[in-house]
């Protein structure tokens, strides 16, 4: 069995990162010790409560969550940010005995803390971060706190995007963002100085880009394939139609978080390059933040970061992998 990686996520709460919290909870592997939610793409509050209401489902009572106090640079538009409301409506969600209390946020706690206390509760073993959303909270942790490279021992994280023929365009419709950067990925985009930052801070980071995760499309096809048939057997696949119901019949989502989180309990799935520069457009003109540039280099080059791009996935592995992993989970309904 695969050494156990004490993980902290990082999220700001859409669907599939909800998700990614039951994912990652499935994987014998990995050991959540912490849970940082951003007022980005969500609504933080509401979301880090949901977030230990789904860890209440499967008995994962004691994992502190709290909200970040990170602020954008380019905030995601209100549209974007009402899913965790729904979740919290769902019936599956709230099927409680009359004597469990859902834990609140903690406030005014930070990622630097947190690390630092799981660091030192594990024996001086560095954490693992997973991150599912702008990287703001890690970026403010390596300049508050000196030590902080040391306690990690590697980010993955979903963010990012390099402009190819085949991905023509990040992720941001400028139909509803007017004036934004289209060539941009909402995580960079939300903070780019922060993702420069940390993209070149010496910490090994595994990045996950649009240019792969945009490949496990969620679609309502996928839904009705993978999740609605078992779903009557497994509360986990109920759950999960339930809630990427909620986004499917939009055009052009993707399980971006939960393809990221799968790397965790199967890196067999991707393929990465050697090691690449990555560098993050900071200017002030909001048309061009954001925009990442990507030059891939042969191991034998000297590198002032230590990132390395997933550059394809086994998309069926993936959809396997991850209605399996959920098969495991036990509901407390």
Not at 79 to 101: C, E, F, G, H, W
Not at 141 to 168: C, N, Q, R
Not at 245 to 263: I, K
Not at 280 to 286: E, N, R
Request: net charge negative; aromatic share 12%; hydrophobic share 40%.
């Amino acid at each position: 069995m695969s050494e156990t990686k004490n993980t902290i996520i990082i999220h700001d709460g859409a669907t599939d990162e909800l998700m990614s919290l039951l994912f990652a909870a499935s994987m014998p592997n990995v050991s959540i010790k912490g849970v940082m939610v951003l007022n980005a793409d969500c609504q933080a509050y509401p979301t880090a409560r949901v977030s230990s209401k789904l860890f209440d489902l499967i008995n994962l009572q004691d994992i502190p969550v709290a909200v970040s106090g990170a602020r954008a640079w380019n905030a995601f538009p209100w549209t974007y940010r009402q899913y965790s409301l729904m979740v919290d409506l769902l019936p599956i969600v709230n099927q409680y005995k009359a004597d469990v209390k859902v834990q609140k946020p903690l406030m005014d706690f930070s990622l630097a803390k947190m690390v630092d206390n799981v660091y030192r509760e594990t024996n001086n073993t560095p954490v693992t971060l997973l991150c599912l959303s702008p990287v703001t909270d890690i970026a403010y942790a390596l300049k508050t706190d000196h030590d902080f490279k040391e306690k990690i021992s590697e980010i993955v994280w979903m963010g990012g995007v390099y402009i190819t023929k085949e991905t023509p365009n990040g992720n941001i419709d400028t139909g509803i963002a007017p004036g934004a950067n289209p060539y941009a990925e909402w995580n960079v985009y939300w903070d780019p100085q922060s993702t420069k930052d940390v993209l070149t801070s010496g910490i090994k980071v595994k990045m996950f880009p649009l240019n792969v995760t945009n490949n496990v499309t969620l679609t309502t096809d996928i839904i009705r394939r993978y999740f609605l048939p078992d779903s009557g057997d497994f509360p986990p696949l109920s759950l999960a139609a339930q809630m990427y119901s909620l986004v499917a019949f939009q055009y052009g989502f993707s399980f971006w978080d939960t393809a990221a989180t799968a790397y965790l309990g199967n890196a067999d799935l991707y393929s990465f390059n050697a090691a690449a520069r990555v560098n993050v457009d900071t200017s002030p003109d909001p048309t061009k933040q954001g925009t990442m540039t990507v030059d891939f280099i042969s191991k034998d080059e000297p590198l002032e970061s230590s990132v390395e791009i997933a550059t394809d996935i086994n998309v069926k592995g993936f959809y396997d992998y991850y209605v399996k992993q959920l098969k495991t989970l036990q509901f407390k309904l």
